[in-house]
């Protein structure tokens, strides 16, 4: 009889949990955000490329779902599932990713401190960070913060990306960047972040700690107001990163001149971009920058965009050391509900 008296109070106690936890989240407002996206990048290098980027098809689509609650109007909180699914693999082949955050949001002021999604956050340059991570690593996990006025915009994150053990080695990046209005038409931008990946837990014969970062200063101008087109806009200026293997004592840097231009009608448009310097060694960015004079020309469609569809089709032409390379790539986001408004989110360039 005891022992049925303590079950029950067991079960009046797990019923009064759950009764407590959904009256509370119902007393606040529920958040929810669905998005679904799929791409294509079909990269066809050859020749002297495959020393910088291997030729590949990335195909695939992810699915990303969350649930939350408003803790009040400037605050609330967010847990969910961000899974990839690579098509022609099994449905175990990628671990999902695991979203749980906190998000403030009040006059400007944007914070998230978790594991949250990348995307609509930051928006740096290729040669800094590769359009496929995305894909691949779609989440900070971390924190983000971010300042936004009439003069522009500034903001700072950290992305942990690995806890030292045996067979893992201790890894993060942490960088800032911003935008500051000059005038209605011309502004600087200015991106920065390091990658510092440390040594395994165990002992390993010829381990070496790597400091990695990159950097770009840019000025540019937006024109888009005064035309009928739908984006018109030009940067200019430098990219550069450093670079070391421990016990090297000396940091070793590469620099060069970059150039930008998104020249968009209504469906169509093209983006170009060139550079020349350094061969540029950045962990996480596009590895055809390696080269140190690479060219890159895409002719853009987009057949489908409004509140809830995004999408993008290119032909992009990579010019590699005097050598023409190709890619395709097509991608497809529809997002429901919403969590806190970021300000980057477009379709990648």
């Not at 930051?122 to 009439?150: H, K, M, V």
């Not at 960047?177 to 005038?183: P, Q, T």
């Not at 150039?259 to 983006?271: E, L, R």
């Amino acid at each position: 009889m005891k022992k049925q008296q303590i079950t029950m109070f067991k079960k009046i106690i797990l019923s009064s949990l759950i009764i407590f936890t959904f009256g509370t989240l119902e007393a606040q407002k529920l958040n929810y955000f669905v998005e679904a996206s799929h791409f294509l990048d079909n990269r066809e290098y050859s020749g002297n490329s495959d020393k910088y980027a291997i030729s590949q098809t990335m195909l695939g689509a992810r699915l990303n779902g969350m649930l939350g609650a408003k803790i009040d109007s400037t605050q609330g909180f967010m847990a969910g599932i961000n899974y990839l699914y690579e098509y022609g693999d099994k449905i175990d082949g990628n671990t999902p990713t695991v979203n749980l955050f906190y998000h403030y949001q009040k006059d400007g002021l944007t914070g998230l401190l978790g594991s949250f999604p990348r995307r609509g956050l930051l928006d740096y340059p290729l040669a800094l960070l590769s359009d496929s991570l995305d894909n691949y690593r779609p989440n900070i996990q971390g924190a983000y913060l971010e300042a936004r006025g009439t003069w522009g915009y500034e903001n700072f994150w950290c992305d942990w990306t690995g806890r030292q053990r045996s067979n893992v080695r201790e890894s993060f990046l942490a960088g800032l960047y911003g935008r500051i209005n000059l005038s209605p038409t011309l502004f600087f931008d200015h991106y920065f972040y390091m990658f510092h990946k440390a040594l395994y837990g165990g002992h390993l014969e010829d381990d070496h700690i790597r400091d990695n970062g990159a950097f770009a200063l840019l000025f540019g101008a937006d024109f888009t107001k005064q035309t009928s087109l739908r984006e018109l806009s030009f940067k200019a200026g430098v990219l550069g990163c450093y670079d070391r293997d421990r016990p090297d004592p000396k940091l070793h840097f590469w620099a060069g001149g970059f150039v930008q231009a998104h020249i968009y009608a209504k469906k169509i448009g093209v983006d170009a971009s060139y550079y020349r310097g350094g061969k540029l060694r950045v962990a996480n960015g596009d590895g055809l920058y390696q080269s140190g004079n690479y060219g890159r020309l895409d002719f853009a469609y987009i057949p489908v965009e409004n509140k809830y569809v995004s999408s993008r089709a290119a032909i992009c032409f990579h010019m590699v050391d005097g050598a023409l390379l190709n890619s395709q790539q097509l991608s497809l986001t529809l997002k429901l509900g919403a969590f806190c408004k970021t300000h980057h989110n477009k379709m990648p360039k």
